[in-house]
């Protein structure tokens, strides 16, 4: 089993940008993929971005291509999410998630979370 510990979000205008943070202890975690995700109230939990074990395969979904950036330092153990151009719609719950194998979307493939970051767009 990997821990997760998110950080990094908070309240950000319309239009800002904010770097989420997950840092990872336990198993191996270069041999991971990495995802994430997030949840606003009322709503299922929904893929946003998933990196595979050495940052060469990345997926994002389509309501943040080109303005979310994942990456990935296996020295520091930690996987982040670069968000910019941000919208009401981005506010969320934001989660972090680690699997073994390969870059997957589905949260049900994915045995470890942390305990989520709330992101908090205004308009």
């Known amino acids: 089993q990997v821990q997760l510990v998110e950080s990094g979000g908070g309240l950000v205008q319309a239009g800002g940008s904010l770097r989420l943070s997950c840092a990872a202890s336990g198993r191996t975690f270069s041999r991971d993929a990495m995802g994430w995700f997030r949840q606003a109230p009322g709503k299922e939990r929904e893929f946003v971005a998933a990196?595979?074990?050495?940052?060469?395969?990345?997926a994002y979904a389509d309501s943040v291509k080109s303005r979310f950036t994942i990456s990935r330092d296996n020295a520091k153990n930690t996987v982040y999410l670069q968000m910019n151009s941000l919208k009401p719609e981005d506010t969320a719950v934001y989660y972090c998630?680690?699997?073994?194998?390969?870059?997957?979307?589905?949260?049900?493939?994915?045995?470890?979370w942390g305990q989520g970051t709330q992101v908090t767009v205004s308009a």
């Open positions: 998630a680690a699997r073994t194998l390969w870059v997957t979307t589905k949260p049900a493939d994915f045995g470890s």
């Open positions: 990196i595979g074990w050495n940052g060469g395969h990345t």
